[in-house]
Nanobody
């Protein structure tokens, strides 16, 4: 099995910054991509940013220029640097990864448990 553990959420004032981390562990052979999604109350889960093992990144239009995704392949960890935060960024942020597992060499997608980000004065 594979576990994704997020950290770094919290309460921040508008205009502030937060850095989220997500570490993957378990029966990992390789990771194809890792990314972040978020879900605000009453809304569907939406993509925030993704990063592939080849270095390609993708961002939601709403966060372009403010958020930055990066990774440490040696640590199987992905980060989300969030700057110029707005109240509308308030949501539970979930880590997601597509992993090729050692157990049967299949490729599976996993989710973390989520971390709350609240932007409020």
């Amino acid at each position: 099995q594979v576990q994704l553990v997020e950290s770094g959420g919290g309460l921040v004032q508008p205009g502030g910054s937060l850095r989220l981390s997500c570490a993957a562990s378990g029966s990992i052979f390789s990771i194809n991509d890792m990314g972040w999604y978020r879900q605000a109350p009453g809304k569907q889960r939406e993509l925030v940013a993704t990063s592939t093992s080849g270095g390609s990144t993708n961002y939601a239009d709403s966060v372009k220029g403010r958020f930055s995704i990066s990774g440490d392949n040696a640590k199987n960890t992905v980060y989300l640097q969030m700057n110029s935060l707005k109240p509308e960024d308030t949501a539970v942020y979930y880590c997601n990864a597509e992993v090729r597992v050692r157990t049967d060499w299949s490729t599976r997608r996993y989710w973390g448990q989520g971390t709350q980000v609240t932007v409020s004065s």
